[in-house]
């Protein structure tokens, strides 16, 4: 083996790359196709900086420098989509953080493997459907004649009339974190669960000798044997900060909710494709894009330090 | 070791055990409660009252998504682009995941870079639609296949997969004079089947539970609609009317049709999510283990 690395590290780069033809051959055709579909349209980020018109082409039309931008930043409507966006994303990292845990830490409790399979199998269901069959779900449920949620609370005499659950801006941010919890929770506890297996069994041992029980096992051998895991996750999340959940968020949204479910997806939606306001909602996008970006650098350097591991 | 059950044992048991319980029932009863809706009499529904069990049986809300021209070609549509979406994605995926897992491939880190950083940064829905308009995918069958050909996040899952096989293998076939080409499709093509069945169903669920291209790209082609975008429709058109006491309303238009938007829109439900709990169970078993495998190694 020695001889071989030896003789091959005399090689020029070409002569290596002409040895592995076959291999780039293979993955070159990707590598052109990445660079149409992922890198080619940051140049259309030019158009930003114009007030761009179909009909004159990206070139044809005219500079307009900052414009975009400070039409942007003028509007309110803009900084709702904002405060939305970081509002419903917090919500949503929050509450599916705490459910995807507390989940795992409970089917990590279960000694019968059938009823772990089970509800695991249950759990991760909801994982595999589109936004748009589980919206029509949620829409069912929350539905203020035939749901669900409204017959049982008029039932259990807590509520006297149904209440239109979609109708309500605060009801709106609550009504996204927690269908986002019910559809994938099952699916986020799975990481958990396999870092709970690497944890050495002789450390629970361990701890019932030192006469710990089931709690104190939880909160001293599992919950520190997660912890990387869980500060890795929560790192990496930073980065999709600004994103609160397009398609559900298209989804379930309405016209009495607007102030409460504009987010800057929906924004650059609204203006650049259904008002054809290309420039601006380009300037939109990219200032998502350019802070998301400078997030996930952020969180990278976060990790770095932390000693997680990174990610670019 | 034998232990007598402490009461703190027995507390923690029963709260997992009733939580989880709870957990599950939360997940399955929405999907059940639909699927009875979708088989009750319309009107029957209105009157509330349906939880896992129709009351009025009727194939009537099924009939009509059947009858429907438009639905059944949405169906085909639906099909079509995940078998051909999936299969393509798979063979892509393995001829970048094959090359990115050698350890002695010059072009890797470069070619790795690349690749990788597209998983951190999008130029936004804009420059996406300007870029389809101008390869022409725009109200094309080919804008659901072509810009999907490739997940970053499935190489991941794959190379790490390849990397976990022992590099004797390779290199055994490399001295028997096999070309990269055969040793990928024969040797670790076969032997990367956990990883591939994850991918496989990772990347059917996505094409067949995707409706924004749909929306975004080919709203003008209803002959290219599919399922979840026919569902969307009757979704959007129900929660334009929240608040305006819809039931009631479609109660009206019920008299003559003898169907509700409620019910037409839980049968669709159903049509649109049957193939995946179908297909669910069998590649279940191997999504774990693929991904686990997959995601550890990877990091």
């Not at chain 1, 300037?283 to 400078?294: D, H, N, Q």
């Not at chain 2, 055990?17 to 088989?39: D, E």
């Amino acid at each position: 083996m020695d001889a071989v690395y030896y003789t091959e590290s005399k090689k020029t780069f070409w002569q290596k790359v002409k040895e592995q033809k076959e291999l780039v051959l293979m993955i070159f055709p990707f590598v052109l196709y990445v660079i149409l579909f992922h890198y080619v349209p940051l140049w259309w980020w030019v158009i930003a900086f114009k007030e761009y018109r179909p009909f004159q082409g990206v070139w044809g039309s005219e500079w307009v420098g900052l414009q975009q931008f400070k039409d942007l930043f003028s509007d309110s409507g803009f900084w709702l989509a904002m405060r939305n966006t970081i509002v419903i994303s917090f919500l949503k990292l929050v509450t599916s953080f705490a459910a995807a845990i507390l989940l795992a830490l409970m089917l990590n409790e279960v000694k019968n493997m059938l009823f772990k399979r089970t509800i695991q199998t249950i759990s991760y269901l909801p994982h595999f459907v589109s936004w748009v069959v589980a919206a029509s779900i949620v829409i069912s449920v929350l539905s203020p004649e035939s749901g669900i949620l409204n017959q049982i609370l008029m039932s259990l005499k807590i509520i006297k009339q149904p209440i239109v659950w979609m109708g309500e801006g605060h009801y709106f941010w609550w009504i996204l974190a927690l269908s986002n919890v019910w559809k994938e929770t099952g699916w986020n506890a799975i990481v958990y669960l396999a870092a709970m297996t690497s944890i050495d069994p002789e450390l629970y041992d361990a701890a019932s000798v030192d006469g710990c029980g089931r709690l104190q096992k939880i909160r001293y051998v599992t919950l520190p044997g997660i912890a990387p895991t869980i500060s890795m996750l929560l790192i990496l999340n930073v980065g999709w900060l600004l994103n609160a959940g397009f398609e559900q968020v298209l989804l379930l949204r309405n016209p009495l909710v607007q102030d409460y479910s504009q987010i800057l997806d929906t924004y650059v939606l609204d203006y650049g494709i259904t008002m054809y306001r290309y420039s601006y909602a380009t300037a939109a996008g990219m200032f998502k894009s350019v802070v998301s970006i400078l997030l996930v650098l952020f969180a990278n350097k976060v990790a770095a330090k932390l000693n997680a591991s990174t990610v670019v | 070791m034998f232990k007598k059950k402490t009461a703190e044992d027995i507390i923690v048991d029963l709260v997992v055990y009733i939580s989880l319980i709870f957990v599950g029932i939360v997940t399955l009863y929405p999907f059940l409660n639909v699927l009875a809706i979708s088989f009750n009499d319309a009107l029957d529904t209105v009157r509330g009252g349906i939880y896992i069990w129709p009351r009025k049986w009727t194939l009537k809300n099924y009939e009509i998504i059947v009858s429907n021209p438009q639905i059944y070609n949405a169906a085909l549509v639906s099909v079509a682009r995940t078998v051909l979406g999936t299969v393509l994605g798979i063979i892509c995926t393995m001829f970048v995941a094959y090359p990115l897992s050698r350890k002695d491939f010059v072009l890797r880190r470069p070619f790795s870079a690349i690749m990788v950083l597209t998983m951190y940064f999008g130029a936004g829905l804009i420059p996406t639609y300007l870029l389809y308009r101008s390869l022409g995918l725009l109200n094309t069958f080919w804008v659901y296949i072509v810009p999907a050909l490739l997940g970053m996040f499935n190489v991941v899952v794959v190379r790490s997969y390849i990397e976990s096989l022992p590099s004797s293998l390779i290199e055994s076939a490399k001295i028997d004079g096999a070309s990269e080409f055969r040793i990928l499709w024969q040797i670790i093509f076969p032997l990367t089947l956990p990883a591939v069945a994850t991918i496989a169903l990772f990347i059917g669920v996505g094409h067949w539970n995707s409706w924004f291209d749909v929306y975004i790209f080919n709203s003008q082609r209803p002959d290219l609609s599919t399922l979840q975008y026919e569902l969307q429709k009757i979704l959007a058109s129900v929660s334009m009317q929240v608040g305006r006491n819809p039931d009631y309303q479609m109660g009206a238009m019920a008299e003559t049709q003898q169907v509700t938007p409620n019910s037409v829109r839980a049968s669709m439900t159903i049509v649109a999510t049957a193939p995946i709990i179908m297909v669910y169970p069998f590649l279940q078993r191997y999504f774990v283990k693929g991904l686990t495998l997959g995601s550890v190694k990877g990091e």
